[in-house]
């Protein structure tokens, strides 16, 4: 299987600072159809994962424009350019290419 | 508005059985691919199952084949997950997911509990 490594795992940030988390992947996630299968999920604390960022740096509608998604493989970077009190979550990073799809471990965003 | 909620979650035993479902409306549902995704209480994301959009294609995490089995009823915009032979790492939130085209998914339900405990 694919093995995503998120790092930090904990990210304390103070309000109104930037944030940064990254992801590596074991393998490539280019398709033969040139798209990169690489999406960032946030799950606030008791609700669901909602997605932010697919294909490696487009941002779903309603997205915050302080979200941001980069990298090419293996290392992706998913940017907060100033953390709000909202964006405290655990932050996924997922492959989508190859079968099973795979997580990361998820990175725990707090507040200082 | 574009929704999927879950139910069927519970209490079942060892060794025992349960089907979950996921109710979709809002959308097309026969066009897209589904998923089931689960996450065991205070750990990360793990992927269970993917359909396609008509039930021909079907994939499964390792661990879970043949003692899972996704399906689906396009008229009755229903996804479903049978598991059998339960234990008690199958304990988890198992969520419904839509998935809008290859590699991603993007939107989620609210997840039903699953506890296999005796």
């Known amino acids: 299987d694919v093995v995503m490594t998120q790092s930090p795992l904990s990210l304390p940030v103070t309000l109104g600072q930037p944030a940064s988390i990254s992801c590596r992947s074991s393998?490539?996630?280019?398709?033969?159809?040139?798209?990169?299968?690489l999406s960032w999920f946030q799950q606030r604390p008791g609700q669901s994962p909602r997605r932010l960022i697919y294909?490696?740096?487009d941002r779903d509608s309603g997205v915050p424009d302080r979200f941001s998604g980069s990298g090419s493989g293996p290392d992706f970077t998913l940017k907060i350019s100033r953390v709000e009190a909202e964006d405290v979550a655990v932050y996924y990073c997922m492959q989508g290419l190859h079968w099973p799809w795979t997580f990361g471990q998820g990175t725990k965003v707090e507040i200082k | 508005e574009v929704q999927l909620v879950e139910s069927g979650g519970g209490l079942v035993q060892p060794g025992g059985s349960l089907r979950l479902s996921c109710a979709a409306s809002g959308f097309t549902f026969s066009v897209y691919w589904m998923s089931w995704v689960r996450q065991a209480p205070g750990k990360g994301l793990e992927w269970v199952a993917n359909?396609?959009?008509?039930?021909?294609?079907?994939y499964y995490v390792g661990s879970m084949e043949g003692r899972f089995t996704i399906s689906r009823d396009n008229a009755m915009t229903s996804l479903y997950l049978q598991m059998d032979s339960l234990r008690a790492e199958d304990t988890a939130v198992y969520y419904c997911?839509?998935?809008?085209?290859?590699?991603?998914?993007?939107?989620w339900g609210q997840g039903t509990l699953v506890t296999v405990s005796s």
């Open positions: 294909k490696v740096s």
């Open positions: 393998q490539s996630l280019v398709h033969t159809d040139g798209n990169t299968y």
């Open positions: 359909i396609n959009h008509d039930g021909t294609e079907k």
């Open positions: 997911a839509r998935s809008p085209a290859t590699g991603t998914v993007d939107t």
